[in-house]
């Protein structure tokens, strides 16, 4: 005698499950297509950008001081329109080397060469870039040989000796990027829809890891004191970084992240013009970079850390306008989730 089983839960799900979907309703070719043309394509304009930047290190509009009686600072500044080109150098003259040092220690110059009867001065700040450091005492030299001068230099602005060519303070580039980036992610993926838990992440985590940052580097001499500045500073950058990558990644998942990613690796990292200078990159890659947070963030850094008298308020406000976007964009991701939830509780 048969006896009647009732059907387990699992034998209606199989038999309630719709017909798996045929290959023929998978992915297409088109999206093959797509996949081979798009991302060459897309790494073929990142690779012509990064050439693009190392067959060019010209300088560009370079904000250069000169101290020189009338008539001789006319045929200097005319020597090097035609040696170096019209848009080389911006070159703003000065009444006497006192007033060129002030410009440089507030950053409105990266260098300054005065010429007087007893020879060629040439006014310097590498602790703002020892390439532009190097090109303008070369400048200085060249104006002193075709005169016939003697030639000194003097270095107004000068990083600590522990890392006199300022490699300590490049190097630092990297870590502080993926910090910024893995925060972010980790935020938008590990407490995906926990909005205030994601930003606690992006609020508190660049504050410790800026103060580690500035801490290390004033441990190996790549800062000499003013740690608590440069703390701040690291935070900014690191934060304007985190909170624009938890906003993409908590509105559109794992892409968001992806984009933040590609935009802070292989855009804004590359356009800081932290390893020369942003004068150094052909425009208008320079002055883009600088409001990407990398360069702003670099720049500000930069500032606090060995031009005290310089004006930070460019830098600040653009980090501050990136920490806002990432805002915006993980608010917008929780607004999303309660309509979903509104949305579900009345069904």
Do not use: C, K
């Not at 800062?223 to 701040?232: E, H, K, T």
Request: no cysteine; charged share 10%.
């Amino acid at each position: 005698m048969a006896t009647y089983t009732e059907p387990s839960d699992r034998e209606f799900a199989t038999e309630d499950r719709p017909p798996e979907s045929s290959p023929s309703h998978g992915p297409s070719w088109r999206i093959v297509v797509a996949l081979v043309l798009a991302i060459p394509i897309v790494v073929s304009t990142i690779a012509a950008m990064f050439v693009s930047l190392a067959v060019d290190p010209e300088p560009h509009d370079v904000p250069l001081g000169l101290v020189a009686p009338a008539p001789a600072a006319s045929a200097i500044e005319s020597a090097l329109a035609d040696r170096a080109g019209e848009d080389a150098f911006a070159v703003e003259q000065f009444a006497d080397p006192a007033a060129a040092r002030e410009a440089i220690e507030s950053r409105d110059i990266v260098g300054a060469i005065a010429v007087g009867p007893q020879g060629v001065t040439v006014l310097t700040a590498e602790a703002a870039s020892p390439a532009l450091a190097q090109i303008v005492a070369g400048v200085g030299t060249g104006i002193a040989t075709a005169q016939s001068l003697p030639v000194t230099t003097e270095s107004v602005v000068a990083p600590p000796a522990t890392d006199a060519r300022g490699t300590g303070f490049a190097a630092g580039l990297l870590p502080l990027l993926i910090a910024g980036i893995a925060l972010g992610a980790a935020a938008a993926i590990a407490l995906a829809g926990r909005v205030w838990m994601q930003a606690a992440v992006v609020l508190v985590g660049p504050l410790v890891a800026g103060l580690g940052f500035a801490a290390v580097w004033s441990w190996l001499g790549v800062i000499d004191g003013r740690v608590v500045p440069v703390a701040l500073a690291l935070a900014l950058m690191i934060g304007a970084i985190s909170w624009f990558t938890a906003g993409a990644g908590a509105l559109i998942g794992a892409p968001g992240v992806g984009i933040a990613a590609v935009l802070m690796m292989l855009i804004s990292n590359p356009l800081s013009g932290l390893a020369s200078s942003p004068y150094l990159l052909p425009a208008p890659w320079g002055a883009l970079g600088q409001w990407l947070p990398t360069g702003a963030g670099g720049t500000l850094t930069r500032s606090v850390a060995y031009f005290p008298d310089a004006a930070i308020a460019g830098p600040l406000w653009i980090l501050l306008g990136w920490v806002v976007i990432g805002a915006i964009l993980l608010a917008l991701s929780g607004l999303r989730r309660s309509r979903v939830r509104l949305g579900r509780s009345r069904v």
